[in-house]
C-alpha cells in the first residue's frame, strides 16, 4: 500500500534556486517509490493546488520553485533498474544524478555522452531541462542519447514513449521542465571510452570575433568551449581562452586501464596543492566585486597568453568536464543575495554583433558578468529548444539589493538584443524573462503544440512552476 502523501504535506519549507537569487516556501513531497505519485496527484487535486518538480536543485533560475504549492522532489527514486555492458545501455530512476552513473559505468569502459559543468544533477532534471555540453555540435544535448523513457501523466495515464512511440510526447517531456508527467524509468545511449582521460589543448585569442572564429573552427573536436573575459573592452572585447579535447584510445594511454577505475577519477583536495577546496567560498566572497574581478580576468588572460598558449596536456573525464565541482558550493561566493545567470543562444551569422553588443550594454551599465563562457550549438528535434546553429554565451552576474533593479531592466535590453538577432534563451537559467519574449523566440506554432499536449496530459493544469506561470500562464 503507497504511503499516505497528505502525512508528509505536514509544514511549508524553504527552498531556493542554485543561485540563491531566488526564494520561496512550498510543501516538500519526497517518495520513495514511483507508486506513491498518482495518490499525490489525487491530492493535490482534491486540495486545488498544483506541483512542480525537482531533482537536486541545480536550476539557475525558477524551474524548480512553486511559491506556496508542492514540490515533489525525486531524489530518493534513484536506482539502477538495468544495465547492459556489452551495449551501454542503462535503465535508471529519474533521481539517479550524473555521479551516480558514470561511476556505475565508467569500470566498463562506459560514459555518459552529455553531461553539464556539474555531475550533481539528476538524469530526470538533465531530461526535463535537456542539458548541454561543451560537446553540442558534435553530440548534441542528451536528449538524442535517450532510447526510451516511461512516465506518469496527471491524467493518470503510464506511458512508454521513444523517438518513434508516442514521438510527438517524447519529443515534449524532453526539455519540457517536468510540465506534462513525471519520468518514472529513463533508458540512455551511453558513450564507449578506452581511456579515463582526455588530451587537452588550450589557447587565447585576442578578442570576441577570433574566439567565435576559433570554436567553429575546431567545432568537430570531441569538446570545445571558450572563457571570456567580460570585463575587456575596445579592441580586445571578448578576448578568452579556448579549450579543446578530445577522447584518448588504450593504445595512446599506458595508465588507460587504471583511468577507468572510479577511484581515479578524483578532483585535487587542494587548490594550487595548498588551499583545501572548502575554504575557497569564503576566501573567494571578498573579491567578488567589479575591480577584482578585472584583476583577476586580466591576470588570468595573461596567463593564458604566456605560460598556458598553446599548451597541451591530459586531464581526467571528470576534470575536464565538471569544473564547476572544484570548488564545492562556489555559488556561495557571491553572496547573500546569490547570482544569476544569462544564456543567449544566437545563430552563426548574427553572432558577432550581437554578443558584442551585449557585453557592451553590460560593461556600459557597470554589470560586467564575472563569469562569460562561449559553446557552439546545432539544431535539435524537441519541442521547447533552446538550439540552433550558432553559439551561446552564458554570462554569471552578482545579485545585491542595490543592483536587482538595474539587473533587471538590463536582462529586458539583453532580451531586445537576443530576439532581435533571431535568438532564443535557455528556460533552466532564465529568472528575468517575460512571458510574451518567451513566445516571440518559441514560435506561435511550438507554443501551441505544447499547450494542446498540456491540455491533454493535464487537465486540470497539475504540473506547474514558478517559471512555468510566469512565460506561458
Known amino acids: 500500500m503507497s504511503p499516505d502523501p497528505s502525512l508528509s504535506l505536514q509544514s511549508l519549507s524553504g527552498l531556493e534556486n542554485f543561485g540563491h537569487s531566488l526564494r520561496s516556501s512550498a510543501w516538500l513531497y519526497q517518495p520513495e517509490q514511483a507508486g506513491e505519485l498518482p495518490a499525490l496527484f489525487k491530492l493535490a487535486r482534491q486540495q486545488g493546488l498544483s506541483i512542480a518538480l525537482r531533482g537536486s536543485g541545480r536550476s539557475y533560475g525558477d524551474a524548480a520553485l512553486n511559491s506556496g504549492q508542492i514540490v515533489l522532489d525525486l531524489r530518493r527514486l534513484n536506482r539502477v533498474l538495468a544495465w547492459d555492458p556489452a551495449r551501454g545501455r542503462i535503465t535508471v530512476e529519474p533521481g539517479v544524478t550524473i555521479e551516480d552513473l558514470w561511476n556505475y559505468v565508467l569500470a566498463d569502459g ?54 518513434r512511440k508516442n514521438g510527438g510526447l517524447f519529443r515534449a517531456m524532453i526539455g519540457g521542465l517536468g510540465m506534462l508527467g513525471v519520468f518514472t524509468s529513463i533508458t540512455l545511449q551511453l558513450k564507449p571510452i578506452e581511456s579515463g582521460r582526455l588530451e587537452v589543448n588550450a589557447w587565447a585569442e585576442p578578442n570576441l570575433d577570433a574566439m567565435l572564429a576559433a570554436i567553429d573552427t575546431h567545432k568537430d573536436r570531441d569538446y570545445v568551449v571558450g572563457w571570456v573575459d567580460c570585463t575587456a573592452g575596445g579592441r580586445v572585447l571578448g578576448r578568452g581562452q579556448i579549450h579543446t579535447a578530445r577522447y584518448l584510445h588504450a593504445a595512446e594511454d599506458p595508465q588507460a586501464e587504471a583511468s577507468l577505475r572510479v577511484d581515479a577519477q578524483v578532483l585535487p583536495a587542494r587548490m594550487f596543492g595548498l588551499v583545501p577546496r572548502g575554504w575557497l567560498p569564503k576566501l573567494m566572497a571578498p573579491f567578488m566585486n567589479n ?32 569544473l564547476l565541482d572544484y570548488i564545492p558550493g562556489w555559488e556561495r561566493s557571491y553572496g547573500r543575495d546569490g547570482l544569476i545567470q544569462y544564456q543567449s543562444f544566437i545563430p552563426k551569422a548574427r553572432a558577432a554583433d550581437a554578443f558584442a553588443e551585449i557585453l557592451r550594454l553590460c560593461q556600459k551599465a557597470g554589470l560586467p558578468s564575472y563569469l562569460g563562457v562561449l559553446k557552439r550549438h546545432r539544431p535539435d528535434p524537441f519541442l521547447l529548444t533552446h538550439a540552433l546553429d550558432g553559439y551561446s554565451l552564458a554570462l554569471d552576474f552578482k545579485v545585491t539589493p542595490a543592483n536587482r533593479a538595474r539587473l533587471s531592466a538590463l536582462a529586458v535590453e539583453l532580451d531586445e538584443v537576443v530576439l532581435g538577432a533571431g535568438g532564443r534563451l535557455y528556460f533552466v537559467k532564465d529568472s528575468t524573462l517575460r512571458a510574451g519574449s518567451a513566445k516571440r523566440f518559441l514560435g506561435r506554432r511550438a507554443v501551441a503544440e505544447f499547450k494542446k499536449l498540456k491540455t491533454k496530459t493535464d487537465p486540470h493544469n497539475l504540473l506547474q512552476s514558478d517559471l512555468y506561470r510566469r512565460w506561458f500562464d
Open 110 to 163: 562506459w560514459w555518459p555522452p552529455v553531461v553539464p559543468g556539474t555531475m550533481f544533477p539528476t538524469i530526470g532534471g538533465c531530461l526535463s531541462a535537456n542539458i548541454h555540453g561543451k560537446n553540442n555540435w558534435v553530440a548534441g544535448p542528451i536528449g538524442e542519447h535517450v532510447l526510451e523513457f516511461s512516465a506518469l501523466l496527471p491524467n493518470g495515464r503510464r506511458v512508454t514513449c521513444t523517438p
Open 291 to 322: 575591480l577584482s574581478v578585472w584583476a583577476v580576468n586580466t591576470a588570468k588572460y595573461l596567463a593564458s597568453r604566456t605560460i598556458s598558449h598553446h599548451k597541451t596536456y591530459r586531464q581526467s573525464l571528470i576534470e575536464f568536464n565538471f
